[in-house]
């Protein structure tokens, strides 16, 4: 019965959907945290704000087009 309610406890629930505009915010600031963690990897400064001063267009083009995507999660328990 524990084993049980731990399993239910761990469980997470994903859905995994294509990027919208109401995405774009969130998913350059991401982008800004990966720079960061590569930054810092690499022995740079590790502030990063590249992909929110200059990604904003790159966005847009990539959910625009057919041949490319951005997935996000919206997690739930």
Do not use: C
């Amino acid at each position: 019965m524990k084993r049980q309610i731990e399993r239910i406890v761990y469980t997470i629930l994903m859905n995994v959907r294509f990027a919208t505009s109401k995405d774009k915010k969130a998913v350059l600031a991401l982008m800004d945290e990966l720079g960061e963690e590569i930054n810092r990897a690499r022995g740079y400064s590790p502030h990063n704000t590249e992909a929110t001063r200059v990604g904003g267009s790159m966005f847009d083009e990539i959910i625009s087009r057919r041949d490319t995507m951005i997935f996000v999660k919206d997690v739930s328990v």
